[in-house]
């Protein structure tokens, strides 16, 4: 009876300790609050690389090059739909855009979608280039970090993100891989309404260095 009584007593710590919350290491937490802060102090920086995208009705690909400077931007993007350039010049209320022969100008959202089809938050996308969470956003959700302290992926403004390929800069570690996803489920005609894109950076450049 006593080893049936203690083998009962086993079982249940076991069950109980296996019931218990786990206790998480702050440390992968301490990190990521170090690099997030760290991160968000790069406003004035290049980047170069290919971005595509799919939407329901379009997608293509085009080799990307971006300055920021605070909330202004420069994009040019070569071959959007495999033919021509676009220049897009803005900041986080106003855009233009010259493509082809013919110049735009629209608030960013409806310029982003007029030319990818992707229903972009564009102020967002500075930060989520860097692999943080845009602060002009609804907070971020589903965060998950990696022990190093760095983003594997988080969901905001409705789109799924996920950053890979991090690699050591002189702004620190940034990512070298973007995608993201959203969607919307189908319209009245059962028409897809999923939009990704992805953004590979072959390059990281910082203002002060020129």
Same mark, same amino acid.
């Not at 406003?43 to 085009?62: E, H, I, V, Y």
């Not at 629209?106 to 845009?134: E, H």
């Not at 409705?158 to 890979?164: N, R, V």
């Given at each position: ?13 076991? $069950?109980?300790?296996?019931?218990? =919350? ?8 301490? !990190? ?16 170069? +690389? ?18 920021? /400077?605070?909330? !202004? ?22 855009? /233009?855009?010259?493509?082809?022969? %013919?110049? *735009?100008?629209? =608030? ?8 990818? +089809? ?22 971020? %959700?589903?965060? $998950?970090? +990696? ?18 390929? *991090?690699?050591? $800069? ?12 959203? !969607? $919307?489920?189908? !319209? ?19 203002? /002060?260095?020129?």
């Amino acid at each position: 009876m006593i080893r049936i009584s203690l083998v009962a007593v086993i079982i249940l710590l076991s $069950t109980a300790c296996s019931m218990q =919350p786990q206790t998480v290491s702050s440390s992968s937490s301490d !990190n990521w609050q170090q690099h997030q802060q760290r991160i968000a102090q790069l406003q004035d920086w290049k980047l170069s +690389g290919k971005l595509g995208f799919r939407a329901p009705q379009q997608g293509g690909s085009a080799a990307l090059k971006w300055t920021q /400077e605070k909330d !202004n931007y420069q994009l040019f993007l070569s071959g959007p739909f495999g033919v021509g350039n676009a220049k897009i010049v803005g900041d986080d209320k106003t855009a /233009e855009m010259l493509y082809g022969d %013919t110049l *735009y100008r629209q =608030p960013p959202k409806q310029l982003a979608m007029q030319l990818t +089809g992707l229903p972009l938050p564009v102020d967002a996308l500075s930060w989520w280039a860097r692999g943080l969470p845009s602060p002009t956003q609804p907070a971020a %959700t589903a965060l $998950t970090t +990696g022990a190093d302290g760095l983003a594997v992926g988080f969901d905001q403004a409705g789109w799924q993100l996920s950053f890979s390929r *991090y690699r050591q $800069t002189d702004g620190g570690l940034l990512p070298g891989k973007i995608t993201g996803s959203l !969607n $919307t489920g189908v !319209n009245s005609s059962s028409e897809d309404r999923s939009y990704s894109f992805k953004l590979v950076i072959s390059g990281w450049k910082f203002l /002060e260095e020129e």
